[in-house]
C-alpha cells in the first residue's frame, strides 16, 4: 500500500493542527479526496491483506470518510449557521451581562442561580426553534452524501466499522437501560480532590502494579476548561495533562480517568503503529481509561458507580433509531423516551436533543468501552481477587494489554474467562 504513509503523515498534521485550533484542510489533501477513500475501503476489505494492515487500512479509511463528509460545502455551510447561533450573544444574565446560548448553558452548570426563569425558558425555546432544525438537517445532510459516497447509510458504516456490534448490542436495549437505572439507585456525592494529591495516589498504584507512569515525562498544563484531558503528540508521543485552572478540587474518577490515558501511552511498546495509538480501536482506549477509574474508585474503597454511562447509553439508542428511521422519527421524541426509560416520569429533559448527536458514534464507543472495562476488571478480580490493583502479577497482564495500543483483541485472550 504505497498510498498509507502519505495518509499517515496528513492524518498527524492534522491531528497536531487540530490540537492547536486548525481545523481547515487544504482541498487538496489526500485525506479528501474521495476515489483514495473508496481504494482504502477496498484495500482493507480485501483478502490480501493481513490482519495488522488490515485494521490501519479501516481506522485510516473512516478518519478519512469523517473528514470528506465534514468538509462538504452543504454540511459545511450548515455547520457555519449552526456556530452563529450559538455563539450570538441574546441573552442576559441577572447583572445584565450578555450571553450566548452556549454561555448561558455554562453559566447554568455552574452559577444556576445567575440565570432568571424566563431568559432560561427564552434559551428552551430558540434551542428547540433556531438549533435543532439545523443540526437536523446537518445530520440528514450528512447522511445523505454517505449514501453518495459509500453505497450505504451512516449507521449502516459505521455498523460495518465495529463489526456488526452496534447491531448486537442495540438488540439488548432493554438490559441496557436496566442496567443504567440500577447505577442510580445507589446515588452518591462524587469523592472530590486536589488533582495533585491524586495524582501521587495514582503513581503508589501504579508502582504495585509494576506499571510504567512516568510524570518526569508528562507535561501538566491548567486550561479554563472546566474538564479535565489528556493529549499525546502524534509525532513526537509527547504527553500532556490538563487540569482546569483556579485550584480547587477535581473529581477523582476524572483524575484517574485521564492518568489512566497518559499510562496507556507510556506502556504501549515503542514500534507499535500511530494507527493503534491514535485511531484504532478507540473503545478499547477509553476502555483502558475507564479500567483505571474502576482502579481508583478501589483504591479508595468507594464504589464504581459509572453513572455517566447513562448519557452515551442515551445519545447511542437515540442515535441508532433516528437513522435507521432515516430521519422520519423525532430524534427529540425518541430521546425523552429513552431517556423516561431509565428515569421514569422524572427525567431530565434536554431541548433540542438532537444538538448533541455525534459523529463518529462517539457514543457507541463509550458505551463498549465501560463494558470491556469492566470485564478486564471482572476477569482479574476472578484471578488475583479484588486486591489484584496492588499485585504485580496482575500488572504484568496489564503492560500486556495496554502495549498494544488499540490493537487488543476484545475478546481478551491475554484474560481467558
Known sequence: MDYLPLL????????????????????????????????VINDYK????????????KAVGYFML??????????????????????????????????????LEQTLQAHAAEISTDEKNRAQQYISEEVAPLVDKRWRETDRMCQSFMGASYVDCYDDFFDGTMTLKYRDKKEMCATVADLF?????????????????????AAKLTVKFDLNTIKLENVSSPRASMYADPFSGEVTLRWPS??????????????????????MRSDLPFAFKHLFDLRV??????????????????????????????????????????GHASYQKLFDDNLRLIFGHSFPKFPGAIRFLEPAFKCFRYVS??????????????????DWIFSSEAGKVLRTLMREGGAIDPMLPEIPA
Open 285 to 326: 482506549l477509553e476502555a483502558i481509561a475507564i479500567l483505571w477509574e474502576i482502579i481508583g474508585c478501589r483504591y479508595y474503597g468507594i464504589p464504581f458507580l459509572g453513572q455517566e454511562k447513562w448519557w452515551p447509553t442515551i445519545q447511542f439508542l437515540s442515535t441508532y433509531e433516528w437513522l435507521k428511521s432515516q
Open 46 to 57: 480485501g483478502r490480501d491483506v493481513d490482519f495488522s494492515e488490515r485494521k490501519i487500512l
Open 369 to 386: 468501552a465501560f463494558d470491556l472495562a469492566q470485564i478486564i476488571d471482572r476477569r482479574l478480580v476472578a484471578r488475583y481477587t479484588d
Open 185 to 205: 439507585k445507589e446515588q452518591r456525592g462524587a469523592k472530590a480532590d486536589d488533582p495533585q494529591v491524586i495524582l501521587a495516589d495514582v503513581r503508589k498504584v
Open 66 to 103: 469523517e473528514l470528506i463528509l465534514e468538509n462538504q460545502p452543504q454540511v459545511q455551510h450548515l455547520k457555519s449557521e449552526l456556530d452563529q447561533k450559538l455563539s450570538t450573544p441574546l441573552f442576559r444574565d441577572r447583572c445584565g451581562a450578555r450571553l450566548s446560548v452556549t454561555e
Open 8 to 39: 499517515i503523515e496528513e492524518t498527524k498534521y492534522y491531528l497536531y493542527a487540530q490540537r492547536r485550533g486548525e481545523v481547515r484542510l487544504n482541498p487538496a489533501s489526500p485525506l479528501l479526496n474521495v476515489d483514495r477513500l473508496h481504494q
Open 246 to 267: 483556579g485550584g480547587g478540587v477535581t473529581p477523582v474518577a476524572k483524575v484517574w480517568h485521564e492518568c489512566g490515558h497518559a499510562i496507556h501511552y507510556q506502556n
